[in-house]
């Protein structure tokens, strides 16, 4: 074993006690950092897989009808300033196959689902709800949210007039699979359909209005005979849908929304909520790298007696130096190791004893292999970095003056 | 001296700033190969200082330190550090052998913490030196489970574990009784004429310097006395 190692390892060896020590507290500091990360990680995940669950990633729409003024002005023609807004009518987007088959082709982009998305009335006897009528090509639109997982009730297979239903909306209007409604459309065209699935997306808003039809069945209740009003699409990295949306509005001309912009608040949040977690975690490696430090400029003193036999017997400074630079590498890798294991049972314990009413976690953590590398990353790093000091003052040692008063 | 191992010469050593204390006093010195030097004198002449500056652990104020030839006034703090490992023993008064370390890894220090990889040849080296000192028995034991005397032992055979050609031993029987201390400057003797090594031994006591093939008496960082010991003297009593 190369001399460096061997008394670096030694010395924590004999210093049993204070090896034992600092590696608690190391230990204690990752396992503070893995769980925190697990759980806000686990927290963060949830959240947006909650709101996607019911949202695509990216949602296509010819550009807001803008007013245009009747007359140009000129020198001689002035134009008043107030400018009334359009009223936004339901409208197809031009060469809808043609664009889909070219949002298809945009890297990042794994899934598009054309469909129409309108605004009716849900009745059956008494009740009548608002709803939000999708008109969709049915595995298309599994491959964006997946429904088919969600069903409480029935099924989703979207026959000519069968609809899927939210959960909500169905406890509203008193249905089950197999009854019927009446569906109105915006445009005044209405319907009788069968309800033949109902489903639970865990979005009160969505499980309240949504109504599932087929693309062709809502064409006909929208009067879009071969039209579609949206385009939506899956993105491979949810992150990355603001890019893509912004790359697609580039190539199509369309109205480009992520879901990043339409929950700008959420993820304000989820990006608040990341900076405590590197606040906590930029304190926890502070004190680790404290304690670390500490505990090896005593070891410094301690033996700086023995600093200068080495020295003195013609060990070369730099062997001194990384014999404490090991020391405090070796406490960061080790302290990694047991700090990301207790991490991963703290977090692994949360996460079991802390259930809602359906026994599903109420706190998910999120435990992978990225974390640990970081964890032991950090741990390491900030060991070694903590042995700067102590590494350079045994160093610089003056063996005589060592020796004497050591 | 033509083969002087060591040579001190108008060696000059100040401390402080502003007024400056005068720890040697142009001290002039030839050591020949095969001796053992006593260096006596009171407690404040020096002594230790011009050990220090022999065993390159701290550079004069003025004059030269050649060893083995070398002048290491001319040599940075890397290479004197190499010089002291490949060419010097140290024996302390206190021993300090490494207390985490086992009496044969103890031994083997100098040649590890120049080398930095230990090999068979290291390690046989150790233990052979070991035996010498007739520790054969005790290898594996820590420093802190030996003897004041064996612990003395080890720090000799570390100090010879090289070869190298002078040995600084400071005050190496200070801290033993009668009986210990005579057994440590016989061994020292023993390798002295096996090996060949030349002995500088600082020390208080005037039998271990009587048994000495020179004594050099320091007084006020000058050299005050410099004379052969007879045979009368060197025998063992």
Redesign the interface.
């Known amino acids: ?4 190692w ?1 008394v670096a390892l ?2 924590l ?2 210093g049993k006690g204070q090896t034992a020590l600092i590696l608690a507290a190391v230990s204690v500091g990752v396992s503070v950092i893995v769980f925190l990360s697990a759980l806000i990680n686990g927290l963060q995940t949830s959240l947006v897989d909650k709101t996607l669950g019911s949202q695509p990633h990216v949602t296509l729409r010819m550009p807001r009808q803008a007013p245009r003024p009747l007359v140009e002005p000129t020198a001689s023609v002035a134009i008043a300033r107030r400018i009334q807004e359009s009223s936004q009518r339901l409208q197809s987007i031009d060469q809808w196959p043609e664009v889909v088959s070219t949002v298809e082709r945009v890297p990042g982009v794994i899934a598009v689902s054309p469909s129409i998305t309108g605004a009716g009335f849900a009745v059956r006897s008494d009740a009548k709800s608002a709803v939000v009528i999708r008109g969709v090509e049915q595995e298309r639109f599994l491959a964006i949210i997946d429904v088919r997982k969600k069903l409480v009730g029935g099924r989703f297979e979207l026959g000519g007039g069968d609809v899927a239903i939210g959960s909500t909306l169905a406890k509203d209007l008193g249905v089950g699979v197999g009854d019927k409604i009446r569906l109105a459309s915006s445009e005044g065209v209405d319907d009788v359909v069968t309800v033949v699935g109902i489903f639970s997306l865990g979005n009160e808003g969505v499980d309240k209005t949504w109504v599932i039809t087929s693309l062709r069945h809502a064409q006909a209740l929208y009067a879009l005979p071969g039209g579609v009003t949206t385009i939506e699409l899956k993105v491979a990295d949810v992150f990355e849908a603001e890019h893509v949306a912004v790359d697609v509005r580039g190539r199509t001309g369309l109205q480009s929304d992520s879901w990043m912009k339409i929950n700008a608040d959420l993820l304000a949040g989820l990006s608040a909520q990341s900076s405590s977690k590197n606040m906590i975690q930029f304190f926890v490696a502070l004190a680790v790298a404290l304690g670390i430090a500490s505990v090896l400029i005593v070891s410094v003193v301690q033996k700086s ?2 600093i200068g ?9 730099r ?1 001194v130096l990384m014999v404490f630079l090991i020391q405090g590498g070796v406490l960061g890798v080790l302290g990694s190791i047991t700090g990301s294991a207790l991490g991963a049972l703290l977090a692994k314990g949360f996460e079991s004893l802390v259930r809602d009413a359906n026994g599903a976690p109420k706190f998910p953590v999120q435990l992978d292999a990225s974390l640990f590398a970081f964890a032991a990353a950090l741990a390491t790093g900030v060991g070694l970095l903590a042995a700067v000091i102590p590494a350079r003052n045994a160093s610089r040692l ?3 003056t060592a ?2 008063n050591g | 001296m033509d083969d002087a191992v060591l040579r001190v010469e108008d060696v000059v050593k100040e401390y402080g700033k502003g007024v400056k204390t005068r720890a040697l006093d142009h001290v002039t010195l030839a050591v020949g190969a095969g001796e053992i030097t006593a260096l006596v004198g009171p407690s404040g002449s020096g002594k230790s200082t011009l050990l220090n500056i022999i065993g390159l652990l701290d550079r004069p104020t003025s004059g030269r330190v050649v060893l083995g030839g070398v002048d290491t006034s001319t040599l940075d703090e890397r290479g004197l550090t190499a010089l002291r490992g490949r060419r010097l023993g140290f024996v302390f008064q206190f021993h300090h052998l490494l207390p985490a370390f086992t009496a044969v890894e103890n031994v083997m220090l100098p040649a590890w913490g120049d080398g930095g990889v230990p090999s068979a040849d290291m390690r046989a080296g150790a233990e052979a030196m070991l035996r010498e000192v007739g520790l054969g028995d005790r290898m594996s034991y820590r420093a802190t489970d030996l003897s004041g005397g064996q612990q003395q032992r080890v720090a000799i055979a570390r100090a010879l574990a090289r070869r190298p050609p002078l040995v600084l031993a400071d005050e190496p029987t200070g801290n033993l009784d009668t009986v210990s201390s005579a057994e440590v400057f016989a061994l020292m003797r023993r390798l002295n004429r096996e090996l060949r090594t030349t002995f500088i031994v600082v020390t208080h006591d005037p039998r271990i310097a009587a048994q000495c093939d020179r004594i050099v008496e320091l007084v006020d960082g000058r050299v005050h006395g410099d004379r052969l010991t007879t045979a009368e003297e060197r025998a063992p009593p």
Do not use: C, K, N, S
Not at chain 1, 1 to 4: G, S
Not at chain 1, 309 to 317: K, Q
């Open positions: 074993m190369p001399f460096e061997f030694r010395y060896r004999d007696r023995e036999i080495l020295r003195a017997v013609g060990t070369p400074a062997r003056d063996p005589a020796i004497r």
